[in-house]
């Protein structure tokens, strides 16, 4: 058993870092649809936008970027104290990548089509195939979420055996 190898760990973070650059971007859409338009301060002026959605499902967006982010920067941080073999820590680490790109995106996507992908159908929200192709791309990360938290707590569990088999 071996602690997470460190590319994987720096590779974790910087996809932490580009989820969290993805949630700014969210957020910035956000913003502009809750004006109506752009305002950039100091700059003088301001260009009138329509961006289509609804304000809780750009705060949903925001808000999957940041957590999924730091999720896998917390992940990084925390594969020095898992042990597990070199091929578990590869399992773990695409679920991870799955879990929170995959989170994220769609979460992206759901208020530019006014979908919200939890039900293939629709269910009580818009029915269509940006809802069902949503809804599809959802189990992927569905599954990884599991695989991931199922590993991390087993690579951790080892790793306490052997800091109290060592003192």
Not at 4 to 28: C, D, T
Request: net charge positive; charged share 10%; glycine share 14%.
């Amino acid at each position: 058993m071996i602690a997470m190898p460190e590319r994987l760990r720096v590779l974790l973070f910087l996809n932490g870092l580009g989820l969290i650059a993805a949630a700014m971007l969210s957020g910035w859409l956000w913003f502009f649809m809750l004006l109506g338009r752009m305002v950039l301060w100091p700059i003088p002026g301001s260009i009138d936008v329509h961006i289509p959605g609804d304000h809780r499902a750009w705060r949903m967006a925001h808000m999957e970027g940041i957590t999924q982010g730091l999720l896998l920067m917390g992940l990084a941080f925390g594969g020095a104290y898992m042990r597990l073999t070199s091929r578990a820590h590869a399992v773990l680490f695409w679920a991870a990548l799955t879990m929170a790109w995959l989170f994220t995106l769609p979460a992206m996507a759901h208020p530019l089509f006014g979908t919200r992908g939890l039900e293939f159908g629709g269910g009580p929200f818009r029915p269509g195939l940006a809802n069902d192709v949503l809804y599809v791309i959802g189990w992927p990360p569905m599954i990884g979420v599991h695989v991931m938290i199922l590993l991390s707590v087993l690579g951790v569990v080892r790793y306490l055996r052997e800091v109290r088999g060592g003192s």
